[in-house]
């Protein structure tokens, strides 16, 4: 079978047929679904019954794994999944949805900002790959927004005077702005602010994109306020409705999207019933710019 993308009516997004994720993909299939991306930067899958294990496999086939460690409060000892995926539930390790008062579960809200994953680390995430094992039946769709589009139409004043911007990203950022500011020391430690570029350019097709996530709290060398002042505009400006695609789950869809060229958030949901679905991530291969000592 041959592989086949209809564009969306967001130009970003493609919707793949003629490919099943259950079986390994061909070295030619593989490097026309990494183009794809490069085109695209979100692809959908409709009808695709994997297990983890697919998933994983499949996902291999655009870089490494990323090291999920350091980016969550639940303790390894809690995890549900231990097949290497990310657990984007709502479900504990009983199989059920979270106490609205666990830890985990308000940690987790923290998904429904905008967001790029892993941003909050030195080397934030190429591809995430998230599947629906449960869809739920009130709200949780996934909203998708361009940021090569969104950086093309901002006028060249703008452009000029964010170019070489650099933030401060921490999963305290984006948690704190919802009001979740209690940490353990080790967590402290663990979620010590990173640096990125607000603006990053894609290693292949050269387009720059803006670089936001609600994790980003501070540009260097901007007092705090007037920094996320300039974040606040820019976020508006690029989650304006035509640059946003809203994904509407049906049970094993997978959606895959590039990191570096989109944000994305979920929209809240019925927490009384369950959510079950399932990241794996590619890591990316170098920072956006160098880290620097900690103060
Ligand atoms: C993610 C994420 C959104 C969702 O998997 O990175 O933010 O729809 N998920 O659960
Ligand atoms: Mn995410």
Known sequence: MTIAIRQLQKHFVGEVSGLDLRKPLTESEAREVEAAMDTYAVLVFHDQDINDEQQMAFALNFGQREDARGGTVTKAKDYRLDSGLNDVSNL??????????????????????WHSDSSFRPIPAKFSLLSARVVNPKGGNTEFADMRAAYDALDDETKAEIDDLVCEHSLMYSRGSLGFTEYTDDEKAMFKPVLQRLVRTHPVHRRKSLYLSSHAGKIVSMSVPEGRLLLRDLNEHATNAEFVYVHKWKLHDLVMWDNRQTMHRVRRYDQSQPRDMRRATVAG????VQQQAAE
């Open 92 to 113: 504990g390790k009983d199989g059920k949805p979270l106490p609205k008062d666990s830890r985990t579960h308000l940690f987790n809200l923290g998904n429904c900002l």
């Open 285 to 288: 291969t170098e920072p956006t």
